[in-house]
């Protein structure tokens, strides 16, 4: 079975693993799900993260982050750009989550960054999620 949107999938396996309060989660590697793993990590919404090669694609196995609450630091995640509809933003109309609270992911030509990056740098792009 082919998967259509492997960007939501990433998404929904992260947002199941913190409503179940699981220790980690594992999904399938890809370079851009390994650069928005990164980006979390660097933004303080996930503990850690390693790469496990097993011989095909690999598996990311990210560590969530809880309060001392056991409440997850992530909220809220939400896929923006699906396969059917892309949206792209340019950099006078980049997006504002949570009144900056939260963070967008956007692919650019610069890479993989966040809308902060993006508005730093000048540069717009198609935006893949919303997360606070």
Request: with cysteine; charged share 25%.
């Amino acid at each position: 079975m082919s998967m259509t949107d492997p960007i939501a999938d990433y998404l929904t396996r992260i947002r199941n693993a913190l409503h179940a309060r699981h220790k980690y989660v594992d999904v399938p590697a890809s370079n851009l799900k390994r650069k928005m793993t990164r980006i979390l990590l660097e933004q303080g919404y996930i503990k850690k993260y390693i790469i496990i090669d097993d011989g095909k694609q690999g598996l990311i196995r990210i560590w969530p982050k809880y309060d001392e609450n056991g409440q997850p630091v992530i909220t809220h995640l939400e896929r923006v750009s699906k396969p059917g509809r892309r949206i792209y933003a340019d950099v006078d109309n980049l997006p504002r989550v949570m009144n900056n609270l939260g963070i967008a992911i956007l692919t650019t030509s610069k890479g993989v960054i966040t809308e902060r990056q993006a508005k730093r740098l000048k540069v717009g792009g198609e935006v893949l999620c919303y997360i606070w």
